[in-house]
C-alpha cells in the first residue's frame, strides 16, 4: 500500500492506494496534469489526481484531489438545467 497527502477542498489529506493505483502517478512524478484515478481503501472513496505546483519555484511535486462521486453529482445538476 502507498500513502498520498493530496490537497482536497483546501485541506491536506492522507490517503491509501494499492500499489498497483499509485504506480501511473509515481511514473508520471512531478508534472501538471491528470495523474490517474485512486481509491482511499480506508473509505473506499474514488479521486483523481491531479498535478499541483508545491511552495518551491518551479517545482510541481504536490497534488489536488477531486473526489470522483462529486464530478458526477455536477454533471446530473448540468444535465438537469
Ligand atoms: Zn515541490
Known amino acids: 500500500m502507498t500513502i ?3 490537497i ?3 485541506k ?3 490517503i491509501t492506494v494499492s500499489d498497483e493505483e499509485a504506480r501511473p502517478i509515481r511514473e ?3 508534472r501538471l ?3 490517474g484515478e485512486v481509491t482511499d481503501i ?3 472513496k474514488r479521486f483523481r489526481i491531479y498535478g499541483k505546483a508545491c511552495s518551491l519555484p518551479n517545482c510541481v511535486c504536490d ?3 477531486l473526489q470522483l462521486c462529486d464530478l458526477s453529482i455536477a454533471k446530473r445538476a448540468k444535465q438537469k438545467v
Open 28 to 30: 508520471y512524478g512531478r
Open 33 to 35: 496534469g491528470f495523474k
Open 63 to 65: 497534488a489536488t484531489a
Open 42 to 44: 480506508k473509505s473506499g
Open 4 to 6: 498520498f497527502t493530496p
Open 12 to 14: 491536506r489529506i492522507t
Open 8 to 10: 482536497f477542498n483546501g
